[in-house]
Nanobody, 127 residues
Framework: QAQLVESGGGLVQAGGSLRLSCAASERTFRSYRMAWFRQGPGKEREFVAAITATGLTKYYADSVKGRFTISRDNAENTAYLQMNSLKPEDTAVYYC????????????????????WGQGTQVTVSS
């Protein structure tokens, strides 16, 4: 069973940047499709970004498109989320998730389709 550990969260001013990391324990990491979700105060968990096993295809929520970039390093068993131009509404606990099933246009943003989850890392953006 894969273990995912997020890091890189913190407090940043609006307009700033953070890079989140998600380290996987499994050497089969290269077979996982990876994603980031977030859950703000009083809100449901929402999709942020996803990336295929090869890294060639990426999906983004409209709210982060153009500001966030998802990437992965299969040699390091790590996925990343580079977050630029942060806004107070980006404040949330950010979770990375992994699944074996291929990503599709219809279900890449469904948290129920992911097999493994990290514990989350807090991102707070001050205005």
């Amino acid at each position: 069973q894969a273990q995912l550990v997020e890091s890189g969260g913190g407090l940043v001013q609006a307009g700033g940047s953070l890079r989140l990391s998600c380290a996987a324990s499994e050497r089969t990491f290269r077979s996982y499709r990876m994603a980031w979700f977030r859950q703000g105060p009083g809100k449901e968990r929402e999709f942020v970004a996803a990336i295929t096993a090869t890294g060639l295809t990426k999906y983004y929520a409209d709210s982060v498109k153009g500001r966030f970039t998802i990437s992965r390093d299969n040699a390091e068993n790590t996925a990343y989320l580079q977050m630029n131009s942060l806004k107070p509404e980006d404040t949330a606990v950010y979770y990375c998730a992994a699944r074996f099933k291929s990503l599709t246009a219809s279900d890449h943003d469904d948290p129920d389709k992911y097999d493994y989850w990290g514990q989350g890392t807090q991102v707070t953006v001050s205005s």
